[in-house]
């Protein structure tokens, strides 16, 4: 059995550093939103600024979706559709992120300054 040799275990020390930094460069990348879009079959029924603290509530086909709007994110805490992944999506706060409700036909968009964000590059 060989021996790991200086070079190996530098070459070891760089991979590792690699992997482990590109965890955290994804949040340096990742363009924050600025503006909550919500529409309901494709009409826009609020548009706002994601740093106000506000609630909002949309009437839809399965019944009320309460939407709310805390320390720049954006989540549905309440909705009678039938399946709730809407509810399940939890929070979203980056440009580019959007939670949909399929059975109501609503979509919450974020919008950000036009930069989507990196959540990956493969070679």
Known sequence: MK???????ALLVVLTACTVGSFFAQDLFA???????????NITVYKGNLS?????TVHATYGDVR???????VA???????NKVCVRTGWRGLAGESIICVPN???????????????????
């Open 67 to 73: 939407i709310q709007i805390h320390e720049g994110k």
């Open 52 to 56: 106000e603290e506000r609630k909002v």
């Open 105 to 123: 036909r609503l979509v919450i968009r974020i919008l950000g300054d036009g930069a989507t964000p990196v959540r990956g590059i493969t070679g």
């Open 3 to 9: 021996r790991l040799t200086m070079g190996d275990a």
């Open 31 to 41: 363009s924050h939103g600025f503006t909550v879009l919500v529409e309901l079959r």
């Open 76 to 82: 549905v805490v309440h909705a009678e559709c039938p």
